[in-house]
């Protein structure tokens, strides 16, 4: 039984329709830092980025007072991921020192083979890395360490987290960001870390 | 080996407006000649007929070559679209038509999300599918 041409038609706009929609979305999201929880608050937490030009997350600013909040990027997949690696020492199989003694902040890249967006994202945080002492960069084959991949919820790659000197995660962010969004991400990580060390 | 990037993206449009056509015509031969064209992909890209047309007809009247790409992550997507086709022109071949138009939705799907925005369908895939069925692995080997 034969189906007629409008229904083709028909299919053929339709998926291009839906597959716009579904492209438009993943490209805005691509790259974008999520917040996980925030530190919990200390005296002098400061108010919010001094300069407002760190990069905006999405949906909400900095809670004023600088107390734990949950934000739109804390979901399920990250309160699992975050008991995963205090439970499971997923960080230290990665080789990342977690006890508090080492760098402030560590970015976390997790990548594949054949994969271009990777290889930009791996350029940018070692600029990153190198420019700032209190930040350093690991990548991690996310092919060899699919134990990770399962409990940190990766799905893709690159993906990017922002890890603080106790391994909790503070941001993170699959497809490439770029260079002002990777900067915003590590000023506002380094001065929430900055923020909540005791002196 | 590494490719000139504009030729994958060609070759996605060329694809994309072959799939809409099978789609409209709902012709089994048609969307054969296009599995045809997938399985030379996916075997060699230098063998891809999109590819031959655009270094023969398209690139000599552009600049140079500005960026490149392994040629993996393509010919493994020229793989997924050979398995949709396949099922597509049995579908349309044996008078299910039904199954030939969602087998060849889903490759215009990924066709066309390459072409118009540089989305690899496959590589996106391909971690989802190994970390669901592979045994987990922890080999140590960061880079630091």
New interface residues.
């Given amino acids: 039984m034969p189906s007629s041409p409008l229904t083709g038609l028909v299919v053929v706009v339709a998926v291009l329709v839906a597959a716009t929609v579904f492209g438009v979305i993943r490209r805005r999201r691509d790259g974008r830092f999520r917040r996980y929880d925030m530190p919990a608050a200390a005296p002098g937490t400061p108010a919010g980025p001094p300069d407002g030009s760190a990069q905006p997350l999405s949906g909400s600013a900095a809670p004023p007072d600088g107390a734990a909040a949950r934000l739109d990027g804390s979901s399920r997949p990250a309160d699992r991921s975050r008991r995963a690696f205090h439970d499971q020492g997923v960080w230290a199989g990665l080789g990342i020192d977690t006890t508090g003694s080492g760098t402030a902040l560590t970015l976390v890249q997790f990548s594949s083979a054949f994969c271009a967006p990777c290889r930009t994202t791996r350029v940018l945080c070692e600029e990153i890395a190198r420019t700032t002492p209190a930040v350093r960069h690991v990548e991690i084959d996310a092919e060899s360490h699919l134990d990770a991949v399962r409990a940190l919820d990766v799905r893709r790659t690159p993906t990017l987290f922002i890890v603080d000197r106790t391994g909790r995660i503070l941001r993170r962010a699959s497809g490439a960001p770029d260079r002002t969004g990777l900067r915003g991400a590590v000023a506002e990580s380094l001065a929430a870390v900055t923020a909540t060390r005791t002196p | 080996m590494r490719v000139d990037v504009r030729a994958p993206r060609f070759a996605a449009w060329i694809t994309a407006v072959v799939l809409?056509a099978i789609?409209?015509?709902?012709n089994g031969w048609l969307a054969l000649a296009q599995l045809i064209v997938f399985v030379l992909g996916a075997v060699s890209l230098r063998h891809a007929p999109y590819g031959v047309l655009f270094r023969r007809v398209v690139a000599p009247r552009l600049g140079p070559p500005a960026r490149f790409?392994?040629a993996?992550?393509p010919r493994f997507a020229q793989a997924v679209g050979a398995v949709f086709l396949l099922i597509a022109t049995i579908g349309y071949i044996a008078?299910a038509?039904?199954v030939g138009?969602v087998a060849t939705?889903a490759a215009?799907?990924a066709a066309?999300?390459n072409a118009?925005?540089g989305?690899c369908l496959g590589?996106?895939v391909?971690?989802?599918l190994?970390?669901t069925f592979?045994?987990?692995?922890?080999?140590?080997?960061?880079?630091?």
């Fill in positions: 809409a789609l409209i015509t709902g790409e392994a993996e992550p008078g038509p039904v138009m939705a215009l799907v066309f999300l118009a925005f989305f590589c996106e391909y971690l989802v190994r970390r592979a045994r987990d692995t922890a080999s140590g080997d960061a880079r630091a």
